[in-house]
């Protein structure tokens, strides 16, 4: 997929894999600057003064069985190896004062930044942070690995020759060994080492100024995936224009049309720049159609398997109410009674009850509440917000997005008050009845989808096989949102099964034959036979299945948090619009208003290909997709004089 990532180890410590791609990047180490503002006690500054410097032992937050027991073999690993030593306390509470020898210092907690430079060696559990800062200041490392991370930083120190030859694993800890390690550190080896590997990492300049730059470098700023907005450039990209999908507006650039009534908030839609699919189906239709089996199977039980725990579930729910509710009536500790419900109560619970319907400004949950009232907002910016302001729920009925104010996100505690004053036997056998019901639906559900995960697992099977055998001329399924890109996929999958399947027959052998002679003819005959079932299998298994999958995702789209995110994009357009001076405004406007012309020649212009003949459309076609991939449509800048081209050469209105 060649998703972007940017690492931040030093590339001294541990070079970039020569098979990484450009999309991955090593970025340095990331320090704090802690010492600036520690001012050490006298004691710590004496004993730093009082001989040479000491070797540090720490752990962090690493807490151990037996400290006593751990501290005291610390201090006889520090006496074997003859040196002194600040052993910091940490976490795990390691250390005796009183017990100390005279050679070790017990140490609070104190910045790793200013204390490692004032010592000769640094012996540590091996995380990541102090790692790096024990590296930067070119002291020789001896780590101590407990889990996690810490035996990967253990073994590339030891690799790098900057301090102990191996780390050792706390388990395999003793006296011996620890002082063992104190002494490789202190060899003239591991001091020449560490320091060049400090070198190094002040020549990388600043870790977190290079993952910055990273982030910014791997941004798709240009081509087909820009996440700049088309008017405004300098603002990132929100929204999509239906009618003209290469448009894509920022918030900014979106609420000034929409308030120029230039577009309306329905012929908008949620721009995705990327689209990482991270899984393509299975590599073949055996093993792909069994797992789809097994799935559905585990489905099916689980939905009417599960029912008794959520009896089970709601029974303590139920008794854990009762205890409330007879704890919250029994008399007071003080001897007063019962408190009479007094008639406020009462209009308190009833405003409240109907105070979970969300008001026109507040919104969800008061989301919108820092907008303005109704009249400072266009009407049409008013029936965008108050859209869905029911949240949709998942399978299993919870909530997804913000919840109104009084409302219980568990859809068990809809039948009665979240406070348990309703726990009556009517009550009881609703919530049963509620939990069958949610089991029932579950399986129903998990049965409904059987035909889909089946056909779908077979397809992909039967699309992605070829690949087994090293042919690299599979395409990547597209990712299916709903029933438009369903019924696309579909078309795209019989239309190129069945192309790249009968084309596969020549040239599968020309491509082999080209590239590795006789040998590869012979295999490139052999790819292209298996391509010509495969490919066509899929075109004949795919249709279906991805009609099916594109009228399933349909169906929940009322359980995805969309509306929410379309509104919060709304809400960030007006915000933005006032945030805007009188001057800026009118600069804004006006380019909005320049770009919008050149938006409505480009749809006019591709209104009349719509009347051409079919040799024209595909010419037209043709060169819309050249002049796309040439950054043409990047901007209404470019797209201006795109268009004026293709006046002038007469190519939009069929390219005669």
């Known amino acids: 997929m060649k998703v972007p990532y940017t690492y931040m180890w030093s590339p001294g410590l541990i070079p970039k894999p020569s098979d990484w791609g450009p999309e991955i990047d090593i970025a340095g180490f990331v320090f704090l600057d802690l010492a600036s503002s520690f001012k050490p006690p006298d004691a710590l500054t004496k004993f730093l003064e009082a001989g040479e410097p000491p070797v540090y032992i720490g752990f962090g937050s690493i807490v151990v069985d037996d400290p006593d027991k751990f501290t005291n073999m610390i201090f006889e690993a520090i006496e074997k190896a003859g040196v002194r030593a600040l052993v910091s306390k940490g976490w795990g509470g390691l250390g005796n004062e009183g017990n100390a020898p005279d050679s070790v210092y017990m140490l609070e907690n104190t910045p790793h930044d200013w204390l490692f430079p004032r010592v000769s060696a640094v012996v540590h559990h091996g995380g990541a942070g102090t790692t790096a800062i024990g590296l930067k200041c070119g002291k020789p490392t001896m780590i101590v690995p407990f889990f996690g991370d810490q035996p990967f930083w253990g073994a590339m120190v030891a690799k790098a020759g900057a301090g102990a030859k191996e780390p050792i694993p706390y388990k395999n800890l003793n006296a011996e060994r620890l002082a063992e390690g104190i002494k490789q550190c202190l060899s003239p080896e591991a001091r020449t080492n560490a320091e060049k590997l400090a070198k190094d990492i002040e020549l990388e300049g600043d870790g977190a100024k290079n993952a910055v730059e990273s982030f910014h470098r791997q941004l798709p700023l240009q081509g087909k995936n820009s996440m700049r907005c088309s008017i405004i450039q300098d603002r990132v990209a929100v929204w999509e224009l239906k009618q003209v999908h290469l448009l894509q507006l920022s918030a900014l650039a979106a609420e000034i049309l929409v308030e120029k009534k230039k577009i309306k908030w329905q012929e908008l839609r949620l721009v995705r720049h990327k689209d990482w699919n991270d899984f393509e189906g299975p590599g073949e239709p055996l093993t792909g159609g069994g797992a789809a089996l097994l799935s559905s199977a585990g489905g099916i039980v689980k939905g009417v398997g599960g029912t008794p725990i959520r009896w089970a579930k709601t029974f303590k729910r139920r008794e854990r109410k009762q205890k409330q509710r007879k704890g919250s009536s029994g008399p007071k500790s003080s001897g007063e009674g019962v408190r009479p419900t007094a008639p406020q109560d009462a209009s308190r619970r009833t405003s409240r009850t109907k105070s979970t319907a969300p008001s026109q400004r507040d919104g969800e949950h008061g989301m919108e509440k820092h907008l303005p009232n109704g009249p400072s907002l ?83 099977g039967f699309h992605n096989a070829p690949r087994l055998y090293g042919d690299t001329t599979v395409r990547t399924p597209m990712r299916v949102t709903g029933i438009q890109s369903g019924l696309r996929a579909a078309g795209e999958e019989l239309v190129f099964g069945v192309y790249d399947g009968i084309t596969g027959l020549w040239l599968q052998p020309y491509h082999g034959a080209r590239d590795h002679g006789a040998l590869g003819l012979v295999q490139g005959v052999g790819r292209g036979t298996g391509g010509f079932v495969l490919k066509n299998l899929a075109a004949i298994f795919g249709p279906f299945a991805y009609t099916m999958k594109g009228i399933h995702k349909e169906m929940i789209k009322s359980k995805q948090p969309t509306q929410f995110i379309r509104r919060a994009r709304i809400a960030q357009g007006i915000q933005e619009l006032r945030a805007l001076v009188e001057q800026q405004r009118q600069e804004e406007d006006e380019k909005v208003e320049k770009a919008w012309e050149v938006v409505r020649d480009v749809v006019q212009e591709q209104a009349l290909v719509k009347n051409e003949s079919f040799r024209s459309k595909v010419r037209f076609y043709q060169a819309r997709r050249r002049l796309i991939k040439e950054g043409k449509f990047e901007s209404v800048g470019n797209a201006a004089v795109a268009l004026e081209e293709w006046k002038r050469e007469k190519r939009l209105k069929g390219l005669r």
């Open 378 to 460: 266009e009407q049409g910016d008013q029936k965008e917000l108050q859209k869905s302001t029911t949240p949709g729920r998942n399978e299993n009925g919870v909530p997804i997005g913000p919840i109104p104010s009084g409302q219980s996100c568990n859809p068990n505690d809809q039948a009665g008050d979240s406070d348990g004053t309703d726990v009556s036997e009517d009550n009881l056998a609703q919530e049963i009845a509620v939990d069958a019901g949610m089991g029932l639906a579950q399986t129903g559900e998990a049965i409904a989808r059987v035909p889909m995960d089946l056909s779908l697992a077979i397809a992909q």
